[in-house]
């Protein structure tokens, strides 16, 4: 069936460095690609989108890249602070919306 | 606006026993999308609702239903509870289909002994 891969499953990085962590997904229909931070004891937050139109999208310090041929899309960080440590989140959404798969998660710490 | 809200925040149940939980969306919002957390598997999507009408089903059980009220509330039910029911419901809401922005709920942390 579908999925959505996720790597690192665990990141650190020293303050002020960048972060990236990548997403592949199987269903070449996907064309709604979200992320999610949730920090700990808290709800997941959308933090940044693309659909599957675009090929690359910033805001801020936050950027996604989504290539649509080799079914990934990656999520970059840069100029980390310590208030980016969070699980993040992607997922991929079939054609319609009709589905949701969302990757495993990614554990970031950004060490002071 | 006030955000999504849901009832219960934590609930003890025993294996067998049935559970309903609550989700209030963000007013004006009409669809209400229900996600299980689990450390082991993860953010899981259960179901989606819009305009009191299930649109889509993840793969879970029978076990697990919802229902969507005319005011855009939406309600989970699991009937026999198991161990592995155990996680983090979720809910979130949007203002309709089409991969709007969903915002979710604190979540209701179910424990199954």
């Known amino acids: 069936g579908e999925n959505v891969e996720q790597h690192p499953s665990t990141l650190s990085v020293q303050e002020g460095d960048s972060a990236v962590i990548k997403c592949t997904y199987s269903?070449?229909?996907?064309?709604?690609f979200p992320w999610y931070k949730q920090e700990l004891g808290k709800r997941p937050q959308l933090i940044i989108d693309?659909?599957?139109?675009?090929g690359e999208k910033k805001d801020q310090r936050i950027a996604v890249t989504l290539n649509k041929t080799a079914k990934h899309f990656s999520l970059h960080i840069t100029e980390t602070q310590p208030e980016d440590s969070a699980v993040y989140f992607c997922?991929?959404?079939?054609?319609?919306?009709?589905?949701?798969?969302f990757g495993p998660g990614t554990s970031l710490s950004v060490i002071p | 606006k006030a955000g999504v809200t849901q009832t219960p925040r934590y609930l003890i149940k025993t294996r067998g026993q049935q559970v309903t939980l609550s989700c209030s969306p963000i007013?004006?919002?009409?669809?209400v999308s229900w996600y299980q957390q689990t450390p082991g598997q993860g953010l899981q999507f259960l179901f989606e609702?819009?305009?009191?009408?299930?649109?889509n089903k993840g793969n879970f059980p029978g076990r697990f239903s919802g229902r969507q009220f005319s005011n855009s509330r939406s309600e989970m039910n699991v009937s026999t509870l198991e161990l592995g029911d155990s996680a983090l419901y979720l809910c979130?809401?949007?203002?309709?289909?089409?991969?709007?922005?969903?915002?979710f709920g604190p979540g209701t942390r179910l424990l199954v002994l």
């Open positions: 979130a809401s949007s203002l309709g289909l089409g991969g709007e922005t969903q915002y």
């Open positions: 269903d070449s229909a996907s064309n709604y």
């Open positions: 693309i659909r599957s139109n675009v």
């Open positions: 997922a991929a959404y079939g054609p319609t919306y009709d589905k949701v798969i």
């Open positions: 007013s004006g919002h009409r669809s």
């Open positions: 609702y819009f305009s009191e009408t299930q649109r």
